[in-house]
C-alpha cells in the first residue's frame, strides 16, 4: 500500500511538473503581430505619405496592449508592455522584421485586446491621453501629410492561438480629396481648346480634428471611430496648388478629347482630410482657381454639401465652360492594400 503512494504521488509530482513546463514554455512565446492595411468597408497639401505595402516600414508604428485571466470584456487589466503609453515598434532592416524592447512574452490562457495607429509620431498626428480601449488622436493637416491608419485586435492566449501572428487590419481614418479639371465637353467649346491651370485652393473647412478610436457602447470588443473636425476656417488656404515659377501650370483640355487634369502631385494626386460633417450653420466649402486665359481673375465653385467619412475618397471633378463652373463627385471606398509584415513584440 505504501508503494501505491509513493507511486500516486510521484505520478501526480510529475504531472505538475508537466503542466508547469508548458505554461512556461507558452509564457515564452514572443506575441507576434501581422498587419495588413485594408479599405474601411462600413462606412491625402499636394503630396502625401500614403502608406502601401512598400512603405509600411518606412515609419514606426504605436501599440497598446492590455490582458487580464477573466474574460475580453473585462475593463481592468495588466499593461502587455511596461509602460502605459503606446509602445513604438521600429522596422529592422537589417533583421527583416519590426523589433522593440524589451520583448514581452504571451501569459497563457489570458484575454488580450490590442489598439494600435500608424505611423507613430508623425507631424501631422498628436497622440493624446489613450489606451487599448480608447485611443485619443488630433490631427491638423497643415502640421503634416502623414496618412492615419488604425487597427484593433482581440486575442485568447491558447497554446493554439499564440502560434499564430495576431492580424492588425489597419483601416484609413482619414478621408482623400481629389480633384480634376477639363472643359466641358459642349459644342461652344472647340475640340482643340486648352488652358493651363496655374493656381488652386480651398477654404471654408476644419483643417484640425481629433479622432476617438474607442467601441461601441456595451462592448468592449467593436471598434468605433468618431472624429470632432474643429476650428472650422474660412480666412485659410488648404492645399493651396501653384505652378513652379517659369512653368505654364498644368495644361487641361476638353472633356472626351483627352483625361481631365489631376490638380495635386504624388501619390494617387490626393489629399487627406479630417472628416467632418456638414452643418447648416456651417459657410460652404469653395474651390478657387486661377488659370493662365484668366489672367488674374480667380474662379469659384462651391463643393457639394456633403459629409466627408473616414475611409472614403471623394473625387471632384470641375467642368469648365467660358462662362459657369460644373461639378461632379464620385465617392469611392479605399482601395485595399496587402502588407503582411510580421511583427515580434
Given at each position: 500500500?505504501?508503494?501505491?503512494?509513493?507511486?500516486?504521488?510521484?505520478?501526480?509530482?510529475?504531472?505538475?511538473?508537466?503542466?508547469?513546463?508548458?505554461?512556461?514554455?507558452?509564457?515564452?512565446?514572443?506575441?507576434?503581430?501581422?498587419?495588413?492595411?485594408?479599405s474601411l468597408k462600413s462606412g491625402a497639401g499636394a503630396n502625401?505619405?500614403?502608406?502601401?505595402?512598400?512603405?509600411?516600414?518606412?515609419?514606426?508604428?504605436?501599440?497598446?496592449?492590455?490582458?487580464?485571466?477573466?474574460?475580453?470584456?473585462?475593463?481592468?487589466?495588466?499593461?502587455?508592455?511596461?509602460?502605459?503609453?503606446?509602445?513604438?515598434?521600429?522596422?529592422?532592416?537589417?533583421?527583416?522584421?519590426?523589433?522593440?524592447?524589451?520583448?514581452?512574452?504571451?501569459?497563457?490562457?489570458?484575454?488580450?485586446?490590442?489598439?494600435?495607429?500608424?505611423?507613430?509620431?508623425?507631424?501631422?498626428?498628436?497622440?493624446?491621453?489613450?489606451?487599448?480601449?480608447?485611443?485619443?488622436?488630433?490631427?491638423?493637416?497643415?502640421?503634416?501629410?502623414?496618412?492615419?491608419?488604425?487597427?484593433?485586435?482581440?486575442?485568447?492566449?491558447?497554446?493554439?492561438?499564440?502560434?499564430?501572428?495576431?492580424?492588425?487590419?489597419?483601416?484609413?481614418?482619414?478621408?482623400?480629396?481629389?480633384?480634376?479639371?477639363?472643359?466641358?465637353?459642349?459644342?461652344?467649346?472647340?475640340?482643340?481648346?486648352?488652358?493651363?491651370?496655374?493656381?488652386?485652393?480651398?477654404?471654408?473647412?476644419?483643417?484640425?480634428?481629433?479622432?476617438?478610436?474607442?467601441?461601441?457602447?456595451?462592448?468592449?470588443?467593436?471598434?468605433?471611430?468618431?472624429?470632432?473636425?474643429?476650428?472650422?476656417?474660412?480666412?485659410s488656404k488648404f492645399y493651396e496648388w501653384s505652378a513652379d515659377?517659369?512653368?505654364?501650370?498644368?495644361?487641361?483640355?476638353?472633356?472626351?478629347?483627352?483625361?481631365?487634369?489631376?490638380?495635386?502631385?504624388?501619390?494617387?494626386?490626393?489629399?487627406?482630410?479630417?472628416?467632418?460633417?456638414?452643418?447648416?450653420?456651417?459657410?460652404?466649402?469653395?474651390?478657387?482657381?486661377?488659370?493662365?486665359?484668366?489672367?488674374?481673375?480667380?474662379?469659384?465653385?462651391?463643393?457639394?454639401?456633403?459629409?466627408?467619412?473616414?475611409?472614403?475618397?471623394?473625387?471632384?471633378?470641375?467642368?469648365?465652360?467660358?462662362?459657369?463652373?460644373?461639378?461632379?463627385?464620385?465617392?469611392?471606398?479605399?482601395?485595399?492594400?496587402?502588407?503582411?509584415?510580421?511583427?515580434?513584440?
Amino acid at each position: 500500500m505504501r508503494i501505491r503512494q509513493i507511486f500516486l504521488v510521484l505520478a501526480a509530482v510529475l504531472a505538475y511538473i508537466s503542466c508547469s513546463k508548458k505554461e512556461q514554455e507558452g509564457n515564452l512565446n514572443p506575441i507576434n503581430l501581422s498587419s495588413q492595411v485594408k479599405s474601411l468597408k462600413s462606412g491625402a497639401g499636394a503630396n502625401v505619405d500614403k502608406t502601401t505595402n512598400d512603405n509600411i516600414t518606412d515609419a514606426p508604428m504605436g501599440v497598446f496592449g492590455i490582458y487580464n485571466n477573466i474574460s475580453f470584456e473585462t475593463q481592468k487589466g495588466s499593461n502587455v508592455f511596461p509602460t502605459s503609453e503606446a509602445q513604438m515598434v521600429s522596422y529592422d532592416s537589417a533583421q527583416s522584421k519590426w523589433v522593440y524592447s524589451p520583448v514581452q512574452n504571451w501569459q497563457i490562457n489570458r484575454f488580450y485586446r490590442f489598439r494600435a495607429f500608424h505611423p507613430y509620431g508623425g507631424a501631422a498626428i498628436n497622440l493624446q491621453s489613450s489606451d487599448a480601449d480608447d485611443m485619443i488622436i488630433g490631427y491638423s493637416v497643415a502640421a503634416g501629410s502623414e496618412d492615419l491608419l488604425v487597427a484593433f485586435k482581440e486575442v485568447e492566449a491558447t497554446i493554439e492561438a499564440i502560434r499564430q501572428p495576431v492580424n492588425f487590419d489597419f483601416v484609413h481614418a482619414l478621408s482623400g480629396l481629389k480633384f480634376e479639371i477639363a472643359f466641358k465637353n459642349i459644342a461652344d467649346i472647340e475640340d482643340d481648346y486648352s488652358d493651363y491651370l496655374e493656381n488652386f485652393y480651398l477654404t471654408g473647412l476644419a483643417g484640425t480634428g481629433t479622432l476617438h478610436y474607442t467601441h461601441e457602447e456595451g462592448t468592449l470588443l467593436t471598434p468605433k471611430m468618431i472624429w470632432y473636425a474643429l476650428s472650422y476656417d474660412t480666412d485659410s488656404k488648404f492645399y493651396e496648388w501653384s505652378a513652379d515659377n517659369g512653368s505654364s501650370g498644368k495644361q487641361f483640355y476638353k472633356a472626351g478629347q483627352k483625361s481631365p487634369t489631376m490638380v495635386f502631385d504624388g501619390n494617387d494626386n490626393m489629399v487627406y482630410a479630417v472628416p467632418q460633417t456638414r452643418k447648416a450653420n456651417l459657410q460652404p466649402t469653395v474651390v478657387y482657381f486661377k488659370t493662365q486665359a484668366g489672367g488674374n481673375s480667380y474662379q469659384s465653385v462651391t463643393l457639394p454639401d456633403v459629409d466627408w467619412k473616414p475611409g472614403k475618397i471623394y473625387v471632384y471633378s470641375l467642368l469648365v465652360n467660358k462662362s459657369d463652373i460644373d461639378i461632379v463627385l464620385t465617392i469611392k471606398d479605399w482601395s485595399e492594400l496587402q502588407s503582411n509584415v510580421n511583427i515580434y513584440l
